[in-house]
């Protein structure tokens, strides 16, 4: 079974930026907490987005692909 682009990469970045937000937001003392949460809550965001602009890709390429075999 193949992961598909569209899932595994965000997987990933959400990992990644949870783990970051872990690790960082109770250490570093030089900004503000509400800083912190609002770059968590873009970076989250930015996933999101990023989840959707994959998946309607790869639609596109599957749509793209099933035209030029029916032809």
Request: no cysteine; charged share 25%.
């Amino acid at each position: 079974m193949k992961i598909k682009k569209h899932i595994a990469l965000p997987i990933v970045l959400f990992i990644y930026v949870t783990v970051m937000g872990i690790i960082f937001i109770p250490q570093n003392h030089a900004s503000q907490i509400t800083e912190k949460i609002i770059v968590l809550i873009v970076s989250y965001l930015i996933v999101i987005a990023l989840y959707f602009v994959l998946k309607k890709k790869e639609k596109y390429k599957q749509e793209r692909e099933n035209g030029q075999k029916r032809k």
